[in-house]
């Protein structure tokens, strides 16, 4: 069975500072994990994906995340928030290889102070 | 614009109504993904189906049922509604294999049911 957790239902950064969203996740086989951007009355936005090649994987819009096997952990970064990372972002998790059977965190919700 | 196309945007119905929800996958992908995101639920896996066959099932109620039809559009169906059941639900397609491929979702529709 797969899950994934998200740690911190919302964090707030200012302008500039490094952004950080924790996911954790549990799975029976090695996993694809994935983070998602929702932007309000919109549908989900890929921002990068973990298909057990390079365990640092550069995203979208500035956005990278680490697998971390060890540590069951697929963190998302970026380096200097801007006030369009504004969202809510998801986490989660597919043990399929072929299809998006996906299990979604309960998300994180981003604001950006000025 | 991510090309799949959902209708309707909103919908409000009462409890005990049915309701009919489709969605145009992008041009060329099979598969079609049914999720459901509620404030008590988070988001949900609902069911899949690969060009016109059913091919997973996640938290999908009995009282829903869905299908895919040879133009590859799929609907769902929401049948004797209760008020748990208002949610935003997503449709999503893909090309088959997790690798090469991503899955491109909908902007969703709104259902209410008072």
């Known amino acids: 069975a797969q899950s994934v957790t998200q740690l911190g239902s919302h964090v707030s950064v200012s302008e500039g500072a490094l952004v950080l969203l924790r996911c954790n996740y549990s799975s029976s086989v090695p996993p694809y994990l994935f983070w998602y951007v929702q932007y309000p009355n919109q549908g989900l936005q890929l921002l990068l994906k973990?298909?057990?090649?390079?365990?640092l994987v550069k995203g979208i819009n500035g956005f990278e995340a680490e697998f971390k096997k060890s540590e069951t952990s697929f963190h998302l970064t970026k380096p200097s928030a801007h006030m369009s990372d504004a969202a809510e972002y998801f986490c989660?998790?597919?043990?399929?290889?072929?299809?998006?059977?996906?299990?979604f965190g309960a998300g994180t919700t981003v604001t950006v102070r000025a | 614009d991510s090309g799949v196309t959902q209708t309707p945007k909103h919908l409000i119905t009462a409890t005990g109504q049915r309701v009919t929800l489709r969605c145009s996958p992008r041009?060329?992908?099979?598969?079609v993904y049914w999720y459901q995101q509620s404030l008590d639920q988070g988001l949900q896996f609902l069911i899949q189906?690969?060009?016109?066959?059913?091919?997973a099932k996640g938290n999908i109620l009995e009282r829903f049922s869905a299908q895919q039809f040879p133009d590859l559009h799929s609907e769902l169906n929401l049948s004797s509604l209760e008020l748990g059941d208002s949610a935003l639900y997503f449709c999503?397609?893909?090309?088959?294999?997790?690798?090469?491929?991503?899955?491109?979702f909908g902007e969703g529709s709104w259902l209410t049911v008072v």
């Open positions: 999503a397609s893909s090309s088959q294999g997790l690798s090469g491929n991503t899955i491109y």
């Open positions: 189906y690969y060009n016109g066959e059913e091919r």
């Open positions: 973990y298909t057990s090649a390079a365990t």
């Open positions: 041009s060329g992908d099979l598969s």
């Open positions: 989660a998790v597919s043990e399929s290889t072929s299809d998006y059977k996906l299990s």
